[in-house]
């Protein structure tokens, strides 16, 4: 399997995964809250390290943006142009749902990060949020093509699940021993819908690849993209679905995710 191909596999299951997240209980939480000009998804993490960089009146853009709902965020806190790419087109209408009943003014591109159109532009702050990482099969060109959007002197954030929690799987039989190697020999194909909302969807599904990378891997490809990092800082808290929140508040805490913050110089 070549990387452009575990690329398009994915491309057309999360474009299947859409129908399944629009007109659940979040969707009607973001389209009642996106009526309010002042709402953000963000949780104080997010909210924090996005206002230690400084968004406000700043361009921005969003890689892996979903549905926008992180995109409208950034509005909130003040963020200049606004643009969110993601490669399902699926999602992307969502985007575009949610910007119109919120009127705010953001941008959405549907691309391949790695195979951008001209004329993109750069950005003062480059955004990845949770499982972005996970569904790019190298990450060295993945970064690479993340630098490009960076202006110099702007930052990048990456806000994740801690690579260590890939060890884990909470729905075995004993969630809190590790089945998963840290160090895996390829990716974790899947054969079903992709949901994060805790719903078990019927019918269709769409074989996906996920790619578990580690986190000095990350780190690495970072720096070998030229970027200069500024900080790491580990959390205890879950960022990913309700079924990872058993991971918290133990007494022997393992990390569950991470916020990076990265430079590009000049």
Request: hydrophobic share 40%; net charge negative; aromatic share 10%.
């Amino acid at each position: 399997m070549s990387d452009a191909e575990a690329i398009a596999a994915n491309r057309a299951a999360w474009d299947l995964s859409a129908q399944h997240h629009r007109g659940n209980a979040e969707w009607q939480r973001l389209v009642a809250g996106f009526a309010d000009p002042g709402f953000s998804c963000f949780d104080a993490t997010a909210t924090a390290a996005l206002q230690a960089i400084g968004v406000a009146g700043k361009s921005c853009v969003q890689i892996g943006c979903n549905n926008g709902r992180e995109c409208l965020s950034l509005k909130a806190l003040g963020g200049g142009r606004v643009l969110g790419i993601d490669q399902s087109a699926a999602f992307l209408d969502q985007a575009r749902e949610l910007a119109a009943l919120s009127a705010r003014q953001v941008e959405f591109l549907c691309a391949d990060i790695h195979d951008l159109p001209d004329g993109v532009g750069q950005f003062d702050c480059a955004l990845i949020t949770i499982g972005v990482l996970n569904w790019m099969p190298d990450l060295q060109r993945f970064f690479n093509a993340v630098s490009g959007l960076i202006a110099p002197g702007g930052a990048l954030v990456i806000y994740e699940t801690h690579p260590f929690l890939e060890m884990f799987d909470p729905d075995a039989t004993d969630p809190f021993h590790p089945t998963i190697s840290y160090f895996p020999d390829g990716p974790d194909v899947a054969e079903e819908t992709i949901v994060y909302d805790g719903s078990e969807p019927e019918g269709e599904a769409q074989v996906s690849y996920w790619f578990a990378h580690r986190l000095g891997q990350v780190v690495s490809a970072i720096a070998g993209a030229g970027l200069r990092i500024e900080r790491l800082e580990e959390y205890p808290h879950c960022n990913r679905e309700v079924a990872y929140e058993q991971y918290q508040n133990r007494a022997a805490q393992v990390p569950l995710c991470y916020v990076l913050t990265a430079r590009q110089p000049g």
